[in-house]
């Protein structure tokens, strides 16, 4: 049988809230896979992103005047407002900013055709679903006028849409410009994680679920809505792992056409001495700042230890990390441990006593009120970090070597206290957790394994079933990724495992972390864009065929 000759797009519109904004995993999915389209479509990819930074510098964009100057002249004549530069990423691909706030002004309108032409029930909507959708139609009308001005009806145009809140974009595009090949990407459907953030059993009852009904009991059948919709229209519709597919396919009724795994591109990662030098200069930094919080010196070789990501306090498994750590706390191990929670949160600031504490020359004899955290928390009293370690009166008291130490910072090299990005903290520590309880892929393990951080993840992320698809038996950290098993109901069991390896981990010698580190980097090697970006040219090809 003659196999058929894969269709390749000669452009491609790519759009996410993420562009040019780095506020979640997404703009790690969307900044290092653009690299990769960069070297075959150079700037026939075109990345529409929201304008939120008017009159505020944006470090993610390089405005560049002449750039697509005539199309920006016609887009004003259309009434876009538009920004057009570069994403500061590697393969700085051109990037075009809309201003979507002037459609506020008709928003019962647009929301009326999307309902009378494709269901989309908008009535019940309430939070960012009006700003989401907004920059959907926005995105939408850029694509078209795009797609007018360049002349490109007769060339293979793909637009990939990513997460709910591009759900109009797609559906806009399907009326006004069907012959544009649509793929809308979902990332986590919207009530898989409401289900989970309302506290509710998502996987004992996982094939009794309907999606709509759980949408109705939820408050959630705006988005729910809007996303099915635009499963059920895109050409192609996709999700990042085998795990989020039966969950399109139970609450969505629809299975996607193709899964697109979450690559990674390693030059964020240094290499020989540089990787040394960075790796000696994060240890010295987070030491040092666990010393002056805490009020006595931390050890060279002690074990540091970290979860990361969005603070989803119970969907990200930060419940069952603080838990195991509690316990490794009661066994009191002869290692100094030092646990981060490097977890953004509502902050103020950083704490001026931390301040202070950083510009003496000498380290403090006695601890922090509070040493427990860096930056000053707005409601510290209502944080569930906080009020869990009070309630377990894990609070560093100085008779333990193992303390807790939560970061409510984002990492972007300005939060005055640490003054680097996360991956330059990262590259410090031994040891990373993510228990996650609901993770449709899971970035911040893979990025631990590509930084050689060996890391424990469980069988609910995407990444922990690809990691053992991909040759990790999962039963043991040296295998450079553990993959513990979760369900609904063995929260403690999960916290003792947890335990378990960390005390194990910080027993073995330095031939055993090297070999470990070692396989953990070689495991993250098989997850380059370089091996999953064929994924993404198979739904080009799915949508470039209907």
């Not at 944080?383 to 193992?402: A, I």
Request: include cysteine; glycine fraction near 6%.
């Amino acid at each position: 049988m003659t196999k058929t000759k894969q269709i390749t797009p000669d452009y491609i519109f790519e759009s996410g809230w993420e562009v040019c904004n780095k506020v979640g995993g997404i703009y790690t999915v969307l900044s290092t896979r653009a690299k990769t389209l960069c070297e075959k479509w150079k700037d026939n990819l075109i990345f529409i992103g929201p304008d939120l930074w008017e009159n505020i510098d944006n470090r993610d964009f390089i405005e560049y005047k002449t750039l697509l100057k005539g199309w920006r002249n016609q887009a004003g004549k259309e009434g876009l407002k538009v920004r057009v530069g570069r994403w500061n990423i590697p393969g700085k691909p051109i990037a075009v900013l809309v201003d979507f706030q002037p459609y506020f002004n008709i928003k019962s309108e647009i929301y009326y055709r999307m309902w009378s032409k494709f269901g989309v029930d908008s009535l019940p909507a309430y939070g960012d679903y009006d700003e989401s959708c907004m920059f959907a139609y926005a995105t939408g009308l850029v694509i078209e006028s795009l797609y007018r001005y360049l002349k490109l009806e007769d060339k293979k145009v793909i637009a990939h849409l990513n997460e709910w809140m591009l759900g109009m974009a797609v559906l806009y595009l399907k009326d006004k410009v069907p012959a544009i090949g649509t793929v809308f990407t979902t990332h986590a459907t919207s009530i898989g994680r409401s289900i989970c953030g309302n506290n509710k059993p998502l996987y004992d009852y996982f094939e009794q679920y309907d999606g709509d009904q759980m949408a109705k009991e939820l408050n959630m059948e705006a988005k729910h809505s809007l996303e099915k919709q635009a499963a059920s229209h895109a050409d192609c519709f996709t999700t990042v792992s085998r795990l989020t597919a039966e969950e399109c396919r139970q609450l969505l009724g629809k299975y996607p056409d193709v899964v697109t795994p979450n690559g990674f591109e390693f030059d964020f990662v240094p290499e020989g001495e540089e990787f040394d030098k960075k790796r000696a200069e994060a240890r010295r930094l987070l030491i040092d700042v666990a010393s002056r919080l805490c009020g006595e010196p931390v050890a060279e070789d002690a074990l540091l230890l970290a979860i990361s990501g969005r603070y989803e306090y119970k969907n990200k498994g930060i419940d069952v990390f603080i838990e195991a750590m509690n316990r490794v706390r009661e066994l009191n191990p002869e290692k100094q441990i030092i646990a981060w929670i490097l977890v953004p949160a509502w902050i103020c600031g950083p704490r001026t006593e931390l301040l202070s504490r950083m510009r003496q020359k000498t380290l403090p004899q006695f601890p922090m009120s509070d040493p427990y955290y860096t930056h000053q928390l707005n409601m510290p009293e209502n944080d569930k970090v906080c009020e869990y370690l009070r309630f377990l009166d894990f609070l560093n008291q100085q008779e333990h070597k193992t303390k807790i130490v939560f970061v409510p910072s984002y990492l972007n090299g300005n939060d005055e206290i640490f003054n680097v990005p996360y991956y330059d903290l990262l590259i410090g520590l031994d040891l990373t957790v993510f228990p996650s309880y609901y993770e449709p892929w899971g970035y911040t393990p893979l990025e631990s394994i590509a930084f050689g951080v060996p890391t424990i993840t469980t069988n609910l992320a995407g990444f922990g079933l690809w990691a053992k698809e991909s040759g990790v038996s999962g039963n043991r950290l040296t295998e450079g990724v553990e993959v513990i098993e979760r369900t609904d109901s063995n929260y403690f069991e999960v916290a003792e495992k947890i335990k378990n390896s960390i005390i194990n981990y910080s027993k073995l010698d330095s031939r055993e972390i090297s070999k470990t580190k070692l396989l953990a980097q070689a495991l993250s090697r098989k997850a380059s864009w370089t091996h999953f970006i064929k994924y993404y040219y198979e739904a080009y090809d799915k949508a470039l065929r209907v």
